[in-house]
């Protein structure tokens, strides 16, 4: 195991890492259980979502995507779409915990799959950013986690050592990929443990 002088940069996903991205406390009230299934199904079925996050395709063509995986709930599904930024909720740790890791004299990068229609739409659970020193969203890129391409991005882009990072994410098929490249990972599960891990790393 390298020593805590070894680790130089921590690396954060996102989504239920420094915000909470809630789908089913959001979707659950909304419409009886088999239709919230459904429209949950039609809306990140078979990586419809992912398109999203990946921001290669139109806004349009995404949410068509949607309705056309179950066209007899296309307004259920439209109206879910459209009101999907009440699922996402600020963390009042995710500054602090950022600050924390930066007078430990660390880089504090991201690296999340995140779109373009959620940065823009609700930027106030992103009021974190201006504590990092940068980082990369999928949507920018057109790379996904796991996909090996996105790592390296971030990798080049910052020019960092990944032996020498901490990754932490709430996946653990994007903690595979991470770990693949190099990086020391923490399954993120809830804040104090989470915490506490990093610490522990970081000496």
């Known amino acids: 195991m390298m020593n805590d002088k070894s680790y130089d940069t921590v690396i954060f996903d996102i989504g239920n890492v420094l915000m909470r991205f809630n789908w089913l406390d959001y979707v659950r009230p909304m419409w009886e259980p088999e239709i919230a299934g459904r429209v949950t199904e039609a809306i990140f079925g078979d990586g419809r979502w992912d398109e999203m996050d990946r921001g290669i395709k139109s806004e349009a063509e995404i949410v068509q995507s949607f309705v056309d995986a179950d066209p007899k709930l296309e307004r259920e599904i439209l109206y879910t779409y459209d ?117 522990i790393l970081l000496g």
């Open 83 to 199: 009101n999907c930024l009440d699922s996402l909720h600020r963390l009042d740790y995710a500054s602090g915990w950022i600050r924390d890791v930066k007078r430990r004299g660390r880089k504090a990068l991201y690296l999340s799959n995140y779109s373009k229609v959620l940065v823009e739409g609700k930027p106030e659970v992103l009021d974190f950013l201006s504590e990092m020193d940068g980082g990369v969203f999928s949507y920018l890129v057109g790379a996904i986690k796991p996909e090996p391409e996105i790592y390296q991005i971030l990798v080049d882009r910052y020019q960092l050592t990944p032996e020498r990072c901490i990754f932490i994410d709430d996946r653990e098929a994007n903690l595979a990929s991470a770990r693949e490249i190099g990086f020391q990972t923490i399954l993120f599960s809830e804040y104090e443990r989470g915490r506490d891990e990093l610490n």
